[in-house]
């Protein structure tokens, strides 16, 4: 058994893997001899897994999962704590903006007494529009979770052995690994870390796959849109309620007749279409209960490295 792991979600990273696990190797032996490096290949179309078998054979300490199909980031840091060995784990991402260097300081801060220490990037080292929608996400995510989630946080950070065994008992399928870790309520800090640069090629996440990311957390966090849309819905109908009291009362007291079929079909229309809006909604959290109820595995493994004679771990 390790005495720390690492777990890195891979996709299409095959040019940074051998600065990675050089850099990985580095920092931990400065921490304990006894460590492992977790890769898992999250569906890359590139050479990621040949460099992961060769890192593989060329070090007894790297360990990796490959999964049949791209089943998504979070997923990836599932399938590695479920494997992972270590008394203290490490999450980060394999492109090295996530420094390895800062894994002995965030090491240091756990033996204070903390579960978890997630490293707090201060300058991020991204492109202006992907910072200006990560702070928008984590805005509206606080909001609509009722809950404070520091947009300087990221999956970087170290977990004790513990959180790692509680982590894997939550089995829903909408993952957000720095949320149910929040979720579970470990004593938690934070230090603030450097951003690195991007050590080569181009990050994979698109706004499409931002966009569906960020529906997919809110909704498996909190049911508060399903409650707007309510308070939505009851301040239409007192808006309308109140408006026809208004009319009436107009063509009462000034003796006119009341007209007009087109404020009246656009409000039908528009009244039609919060309807279907709200109606949306509701299908929405319907459709992730029907997936919920399938109780299909998380994720499944195609290859595995450094598990000889042992049956593979699915979730």
């Known amino acids: 058994m390790a005495h720390i792991s690492v777990v890195l979600p891979v996709h299409d ?32 179309r590139d050479r990621s897994w040949e460099v992961i078998e060769a890192l593989g054979r060329a070090d007894r300490r790297v360990r990796a999962l490959r999964f049949s199909r791209n089943f998504g980031q ?36 756990a033996q204070e007494g903390f579960d978890v220490v997630v490293a707090r990037r201060g300058r991020r080292r991204d492109a202006l529009l992907k910072r200006i929608m990560s702070r928008l996400f984590y805005a509206v995510f606080s909001y609509l979770t009722e809950t404070h989630y520091d947009s300087e946080v990221g999956n970087f950070r170290i ?17 957000f690994f720095g949320g149910i870790v929040d979720w579970m309520g470990f004593p938690q800090t934070g230090i603030p870390v450097k951003h690195g640069e991007r050590f080569a090629g181009r990050g994979t996440y698109n706004f499409r796959r931002l966009w569906r990311l960020a529906q997919d957390i809110v909704i498996a966090h909190s049911d ?31 003796r006119v007749s009341v007209a007009g079929w087109s404020s009246l079909i656009a409000s039908v229309y528009f ?25 299909r595995p998380l994720y499944i493994v195609r290859d595995r490295i450094g598990w000889d004679g042992v049956e593979d771990k699915r979730g």
């Open 159 to 175: 977990v004790s052995r513990r959180v790692v065994e509680n982590f894997r008992s939550v089995r829903e399928q909408l993952r």
């Open 74 to 109: 979070h997923y990836s840091i599932t399938a590695g704590l479920d494997c992972c060995d270590g008394d203290w784990v490490v999450v980060m991402d394999s492109d090295l903006q996530d420094r390895p260097e800062e894994i002995g300081n965030l090491y240091a801060k």
């Open 271 to 295: 009244l039609a279409g919060i309807v279907v809006s709200i109606l949306g909604v509701i299908g929405i959290y319907l459709g992730r209960t029907f997936a919920e109820a399938k109780h």
């Open 13 to 44: 990273e095959e040019a940074v893997l051998p600065e990675l696990h050089r850099s990985l190797a580095a920092a931990l032996g400065t921490i304990s001899p006894d460590y492992e490096i977790l890769f898992v290949d999250d569906g890359s």
């Open 224 to 254: 508060k849109p399903l409650r707007l849309v309510v308070r939505f819905g009851f301040l239409i109908s007192l808006v309308s309620f109140a408006y026809g009291v208004y009319v009436v009362w107009h063509a009462l007291a000034h």
